[in-house]
């Protein structure tokens, strides 16, 4: 089948029938013309060499057709009408059509157009091709004709004279033709009547041409990206027939076989290239697949140890925060106030997610920059909701019964009013930490209303001028002192108005008047300055259901801001107000510093604001600083040292924090102490009574104290709490850490009273029954761990404590416990202060504990006469011994022969020489002797 645009294949390789196949296409073409030219010419569309020929030996038509085209070419022609052209007639006279024949050559040449023999008419036996010259010389006319067409006859005909070109036009023309319309129309050429479109074919060609022309240059370079470009209206095979056309206008005297072969080379060096080109693309593509499969595989392993790292990065962040809070870190959370002027150089170089915060002097481009690291930064555009969110999760541990306290620290202006409070007028979004944690505060206490009842109290005091003033009370004028937690119910402040809050109204309410209450002024620095320090407690006590007991406090500080007075201009009263706010700013300091050095005496008393945070930062409570900056480079020097306080801060360890919670088994335990108290007592007036039976009572020789706790303690509780608890029982729990009454201590409280039965028992005293015992100290000290920890450094005393010291201690007990008195110990044991008063507190309770009302075990009896016989022998009669003394204050008897109390009760029986004079004293105490 023909191709479509009139193209020989390419794939054919064999030469002589692509010759004869494009020499048939020429010559179809040839005819077609002529038909169009002279009128029929009654052969086939597609006639042999034969058939063409022999329409063309009488030279008629030639000349008729040169005449055509070139008016008068042939001025004379033969023409023999009453001869028919048909193959079966007879040709004419030779004369006749060889003058015509010669005419017509002639005229060709004149026209300098490819011309033929005339004997190429006259050949009986055409060889396949010998027809061509006659076909090229035809196909010239045409182009003649068609380029006087197009041009009118002016300028030089550049005619192609090859008779390749002339076919190669030829097919170009056929292509063209056979889709003239269509390219016309792409072209944007008027189509329509057979004329024009002979012109655009013209134009078309003449076109395409000099687009080939134009290109020739870089032929070799980029010849089909060139074509391409060119005229890419066109199919593909058209710019390939161009390509040819071009080649062979480039070489007008290359024959046709030249052409071709070159044509052949140039495909086979086109063929191998597409070969090496689509080997390339295959080894590129696989090349490119293996690379894609390998960075996909990377990217999956990149994201997942990105994962990975993200994962371990939040583990390691709270791992480090865990770290923080066993170490009782301050958590330091550093925030950077916006820049109120965009014009005005910052000071902040860089906050990072980590926490690290880089500044520099713009002043001084060439200082190093300085490099921070902090729990969180938040940079100035951090909205308070952000903030907060960071800070929510301590403020709920208040509620399961920690001390919190948050204060904000800065220069002033800086931000930390916004803060703590938001904005005067803030509602909303602006509110700052104290509403959202109240908020927050009571939204857990509902959430959890079904296991345990909150109570919520709050207190809002300022310190203006060290002196401490209550912000909700009806006087804010009047000062309050602070006192000590302890003695005040957990109170510091028990003078401030408490006030119970149910909702976040009355918070809200209770917070307008403090902040209405507090001092602002205006200075150079900032408009509302606050001049105090302000201290917004929450108390919160929550009753569990389950019986326990628990207690949080929230201390939030606004503090009032450093400020260098030359810049705040401030005079007078004013300056004043700066001085004090440095000044308690600066004993903060050296509180930070005394604790970060972990120095035995730390400044809490140097100013009011240390001793109201005392608690907070020296007790066990979580404290987070917000350590305020102004973004401006001017505050430059401010921000360096707001910034490096706080890092100061974020280095102390104050202990991990404890829980405020008292379980349902300690409440029990406390309850059944003082029950055995009462017991204790109500046994004491039993004996009372029972001796009053027996003797007359003496007035004055029992203490108001014991006849008031004898009075106070109802008989009954001491009958039922007996009947409950057998000494005997709780005794054996307690020395061999076996429990066998309904109450059992729990192990700790077992541990406690055994150290103080180790002290008690450790006393190198009088030969007991069973020999001298040795003196252990060991005991004392391997019982460190349990000494409870007193102030001012009681533990130390206590390590350092010796066998007298523990003598002491015993004979105190002894002393307390029965009332025996002991001259020279009863002042060493004055000396350790409150510390041993605390101990033999204890030692009274437990020994009572231990021991029941007055029993005494046979060691003790037998040690207690030990040290009686050495202070009678340390005291000579001269100088009576304590007990002595007492003895005859109380009117004592000597030990007598009377068997002792203890040993009726416990039924052991005990010689009466070995009752305890202790017994006897302890019995004397609440009867007068016998008489
Ligand atoms: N994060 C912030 N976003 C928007 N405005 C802020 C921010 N921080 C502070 N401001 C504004 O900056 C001004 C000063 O802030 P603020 O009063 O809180 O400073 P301060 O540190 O409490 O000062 P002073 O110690 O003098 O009381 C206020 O007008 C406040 O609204």
């Given at each position: 089948m023909e191709d479509p645009c009139g193209i020989v294949p390419f794939r054919d390789n064999r030469v002589a029938s692509r010759k004869a196949e494009e020499a048939g296409l020429r010559r179809y073409r040839a005819a077609g013309w002529l038909e169009s030219m002279v009128g029929p010419l009654e052969i086939p569309p597609q006639p042999s060499e034969a058939e063409f020929v022999s329409r063309l030996r009488n030279g008629l038509v030639l000349c008729n057709l040169i005449n055509k085209i070139q008016p008068g070419a042939v001025p004379r022609v033969i023409n023999n009408h009453s001869h028919r052209l048909t193959l079966e007639a007879q040709p004419p006279p030779a004369y006749q059509y060889f003058e015509n024949i010669r005419n017509f050559l002639v005229a060709v040449g004149e026209l300098k157009l490819p011309a033929f023999e005339a004997s190429d008419l006259e050949r009986d036996t055409l060889e396949s091709g010998s027809t061509s010259k006659i076909v090229d010389c035809i196909l010239s006319l045409k182009s003649f004709h068609e380029w006087k067409m197009y041009s009118g006859g002016n300028g030089s005909c550049k005619f192609p004279k090859s008779p390749v070109v002339l076919n190669s036009s030829g097919k170009f023309f056929s292509h063209v033709t056979s889709s003239r319309s269509e390219l016309c129309g792409r072209l944007g050429m008027p189509t329509g009547s057979k004329n024009q479109e002979t012109n655009n074919e013209a134009l078309l060609i003449k076109t395409l041409c000099e687009r080939v022309f134009s290109s020739k240059e870089n032929i070799d370079q980029n010849i089909l990206s060139s074509l391409l470009s060119g005229v890419s209206v066109l199919?593909?095979?058209?710019?390939?027939?161009?390509?040819?056309?071009?080649?062979?206008?480039?070489?007008?005297?290359?024959?046709?076989?030249?052409?071709?072969?070159?044509?052949?080379?140039?495909?086979?060096?086109?063929?191998?290239?597409?070969?090496k080109m689509r080997t390339d693309v295959l080894s590129f593509h696989s090349q490119l697949q293996s690379d894609l499969t390998q960075l996909g595989s990377q990217v999956q392993g990149l994201s997942v140890s990105a994962l990975g790292y993200s994962r371990a990065m939040k583990e390691n962040r709270s791992l480090y925060n865990m770290l923080q809070d066993l170490k009782g870190s301050i958590r330091v959370y550093c925030r950077i106030r916006p820049g109120f002027d965009s014009e005005v150089e910052s000071s902040i170089e860089f906050t990072g997610d980590d926490g690290s915060l880089r500044i520099a002097d713009p002043s001084k481009p060439k200082d190093p920059q300085k490099i921070f690291q902090f729990n969180k930064v938040f940079p100035g555009t951090a909205t308070q909701e952000e903030v907060y969110r960071d800070t929510q999760p301590l403020i709920r541990s208040v509620m399961d019964g920690y001390n919190v306290c948050i204060f904000a620290y800065g220069q002033t202006g800086s931000g930390k009013t916004h803060t703590m409070f938001g904005r005067s007028d803030a509602?909303?979004?602006?509110?700052?930490?104290?509403?959202?944690?109240?908020?927050?505060?009571?939204?857990?206490?509902?959430?959890?209303?079904?296991?345990?009842k909150y109570e919520v109290r709050v207190q809002m005091v300022e310190i203006y001028n060290d002196q401490v003033r209550d912000l909700l009370g009806d006087d804010s004028s009047s000062t309050i002192e602070i006192r000590s937690c302890s003695g005040n119910g957990g109170l510091s402040l028990p003078d401030a108005a408490l006030h119970a809050v149910k909702y976040p109204e009355d918070v809200r309410r209770l917070m307008?008047?403090?902040?209405?209450?507090?001092?602002?002024?205006?200075?150079?620095?900032?408009q509302r300055s606050s001049r105090s320090h302000s201290v917004l407690t929450v108390h919160v006590h929550g009753e569990e259901i389950s019986g326990g007991a628990i207690y949080g406090r929230l201390h939030l500080v606004d503090l009032a801001g450093s400020e260098r007075v030359d810049k705040s201009e401030v005079t007078g009263e004013r300056l004043k107000e700066a001085q004090h706010i440095n000044r308690s700013l600066s004993c903060l300091g050296d509180v930070m510093a005394a604790l970060g050095q972990k120095n035995?005496?730390?400044?809490?008393?140097?100013?009011?604001?240390?001793?109201?945070?005392?608690?907070?930062?020296?007790?066990?409570?979580?404290?987070?600083?917000?350590?305020?900056?102004?973004?401006?480079?001017?505050?430059?020097?401010?921000?360096?040292?707001?910034?490096?306080?706080?890092?100061?801060?974020?280095?102390?360890?104050?202990?991990?924090?404890?829980?405020?919670?008292?379980?349902?088994?300690?409440?029990?335990?406390?309850?059944?102490?003082?029950?055995?108290?009462?017991?204790?007592?109500?046994?004491?007036?039993?004996?009372?009574?029972?001796?009053e039976a027996t003797t007359p009572p003496c007035a004055g020789q029992m203490s108001s104290g014991n006849?008031?706790?004898?009075?106070?303690?109802?008989?009954?509780?001491?009958?039922?709490?007996?009947?409950?608890?057998?000494?005997?029982?709780?005794?054996?729990?307690?020395?061999?850490?076996?429990?066998?009454?309904?109450?059992?201590?729990?192990?700790?409280?077992?541990?406690?009273?055994?150290?103080?039965?180790?002290?008690?028992?450790?006393?190198?005293?009088?030969?007991?029954?069973?020999?001298?015992?040795?003196?252990?100290?060991?005991?004392?000290?391997?019982?460190?761990s349990r000494i409870p920890r007193l102030e001012n450094g009681s533990r130390s005393t206590l390590q350092a404590r010796t066998p007298e010291f523990s003598r002491n201690m015993a004979a105190e007990t002894l002393e307390a416990d029965g009332g025996l008195s002991w001259g020279q110990p009863r002042s060493r044991v004055k000396d350790v202060g409150s510390r041993g008063s605390q101990i033999r507190k204890s030692l009274q309770t437990f020994g009572r504990l231990i021991n029941g009302d007055n029993r005494r075990s046979p060691r003790s009896i037998a040690f207690d006469r030990h040290l009686l016989r050495r202070n009678h022998h340390q005291n000579p009669p001269e100088k009576p011994s304590p007990v002595s003394r007492r003895q005859s204050l109380v009117s004592l008897p000597t030990p007598g022969a009377r068997a002792s109390r203890r040993s009726s009760l416990g039924g052991n029986p005990v010689p009466a020489e070995t009752t305890s004079r202790r017994q006897s004293v302890g019995r004397c105490l609440c009867h007068p002797p016998d008489s």
């Open positions: 199919p593909k095979c058209l710019f390939i027939q161009l390509l040819h056309c071009s080649w062979c206008l480039g070489n007008v005297n290359c024959n046709h076989g030249q052409i071709l072969e070159a044509q052949e080379k140039e495909l086979g060096g086109m063929k191998v290239l597409l070969s509602c909303g979004a602006d509110l700052g930490i104290n509403y959202r944690a109240l908020n927050d505060l009571f939204e857990i206490s509902c959430s959890r209303s079904d296991a345990i307008r008047l403090g902040e209405s209450n507090r001092v602002l002024c205006s200075t150079a620095i900032n035995s005496h730390v400044p809490y008393r140097n100013c009011k604001l240390t001793q109201l945070l005392q608690d907070s930062l020296g007790g066990q409570a979580k404290t987070l600083m917000f350590a305020h900056v102004s973004p401006e480079a001017d505050s430059y020097e401010e921000t360096i040292s707001t910034l490096r306080f706080a890092q100061r801060v974020s280095r102390v360890e104050l202990g991990s924090a404890t829980r405020n919670r008292e379980s349902n088994e300690v409440r029990k335990l406390r309850e059944q102490v003082e029950d055995l108290k009462k017991a204790m007592a109500a046994g004491r007036r039993g004996d009372v009574q029972r001796s006849r008031q706790a004898a009075d106070e303690t109802p008989n009954l509780a001491s009958k039922s709490l007996t009947k409950q608890t057998p000494l005997r029982s709780r005794r054996l729990s307690l020395e061999g850490g076996v429990s066998h009454g309904r109450n059992p201590l729990p192990q700790a409280r077992v541990s406690e009273l055994t150290f103080l039965l180790q002290i008690r028992s450790s006393i190198p005293g009088p030969p007991s029954e069973e020999g001298q015992r040795p003196l252990p100290e060991e005991v004392c000290f391997s019982s460190q």
